[in-house]
């Protein structure tokens, strides 16, 4: 697998070898010990994540406070433009977004680690995207920031519709108001 750090170091763009012929392709979607040769973490997950999502829906920014989740995540089926954002007060780049296209053509997965809002746009008619977590769901910690925060700039698709957002993510909160991580 190669590993690609992203303008945020600590958030990791990972292409695994595809193996591919005129009957399809096969590569190894997780393999635990690769993993922490490739990128240097030690890593435990717990849970493992499947939504299925129509073109424009728009999740996130989600983050956890407490028992914050790291998470390694990919598309299956469609695309979609994955970001994450640096939440860290004392981080010098708090605030600042990387952004990727998970297709189900390019298998590339990212590393989003705690400390890191996590959202993501469908682009596809619809899209199935699969996400590895290092700790457990926690309703009661979970955080929004808005997607459309102006004071972190977003460059989201333009995809000619206005995003679908659940009434969680249409409270999301701007960075300036919301809960960041020590």
Not at 114 to 139: M, N, Q
């Amino acid at each position: 697998m190669k590993v690609t750090p992203s303008t945020l170091p600590e958030v990791l763009v990972i292409e695994p070898k595809v193996f591919g012929d005129a009957r399809g392709f096969f590569f190894e979607s997780f393999n635990q010990k690769a993993f922490n040769e490739a990128t240097g973490l030690d890593l435990n997950f717990v849970q493992d994540n499947h939504s299925r999502s129509a073109k424009g829906v728009l999740r996130g920014l989600h983050y956890q406070l407490q028992q914050p989740q790291g998470k390694l995540v990919r598309v299956v089926r469609g695309a979609v433009f994955d970001v994450a954002v640096d939440i860290r007060k004392g981080s010098p780049t708090c605030g600042q977004w990387v952004g990727i296209e998970l297709t189900e053509d390019n298998h590339k997965q990212f590393w989003v680690p705690a400390g890191f809002a996590h959202g993501f746009l469908v682009l596809s008619e619809s899209a199935d995207f699969l996400y590895k977590t290092t700790d457990y769901y926690a309703p009661a910690h979970e955080r929004c920031i808005a997607w459309d925060d102006p004071a972190i700039g977003i460059q989201w698709p333009e995809i000619g519709m206005p995003p679908q957002l659940s009434a969680k993510d249409q409270q999301g909160r701007r960075l300036s108001e919301a809960d960041l991580f020590p």
